[in-house]
């Protein structure tokens, strides 16, 4: 009679704990996606110049993050006039980091050598930082507040230099 008693309890029990299962694999399996207004995602990159970065290191700037690949035509496209937009914004507080998915390194290096860039730049050849933001289309872009609030999202290539696109960043300062 007392092990009847038990029954229900533990059945109920049971139930929950694979309730609680189930919400947690669906929650894990749902696909991250940062929309303006989120704070952006925390990440730790090693740069090509051998500097360990955060979005955090670049407090009261403004962080433009690009993701791109050599891979990609429209990200090679683009990155003279994100070269020209970096040069241009970084003496008013503006940062640029093209952050790569490349897993080829020498080809990664070779472009960034010939293109020569010279805003920050690394390599993240598991795509671990890009999949925390949601970007499953390259090039895509977060212009990060000095709060660290995502401002604007450009997904595919943009000229850096419109003078539009530009005063929208401007207004971030």
């Given at each position: 009679m007392k092990s009847e008693k038990l029954v229900v309890p533990i059945q109920a029990l049971a139930a929950l704990l694979v309730v609680g299962v189930?919400?947690?694999?669906?929650?894990?399996?749902?696909e991250r996606n940062v929309?303006?207004?989120?704070?952006?995602?925390?990440?730790?990159?090693?740069t090509d110049k051998g500097r360990q970065v955060t979005p955090s290191d670049f407090g009261g700037?403004?962080?433009?993050?690009?993701?791109?690949?050599?891979?990609?035509?429209?990200?090679v496209d683009e990155m003279p006039s994100l070269q020209s937009m970096a040069q241009q914004l970084a003496p008013k507080g503006v940062v640029v980091l093209g952050v790569s998915v490349?897993?080829?390194?020498a080809?990664?290096?070779?472009?960034?050598?010939?293109?020569?860039?010279?805003?920050e730049t690394a390599r993240d050849p598991s795509a671990d930082i890009s999949s925390n933001y949601g970007?499953?289309?390259?090039?895509?872009?977060?212009?990060i507040d000095s709060t660290g609030r995502v401002r604007q999202k450009h997904i595919g290539p943009k000229d850096w230099t419109d003078p539009e696109l530009v005063k929208s960043i401007e207004a971030l300062l």
């Open positions: 189930c919400f947690l694999l669906a929650e894990s399996l749902q929309v303006v207004g989120d704070k952006a995602p925390k990440f730790t990159v090693t700037k403004v962080l433009v993050v690009n993701f791109w690949a050599t891979w990609c035509p429209p990200c490349d897993k080829n390194e080809t990664y290096r070779r472009f960034v050598q010939q293109a020569r860039i010279n805003f970007t499953f289309k390259y090039p895509e872009t977060y212009i």
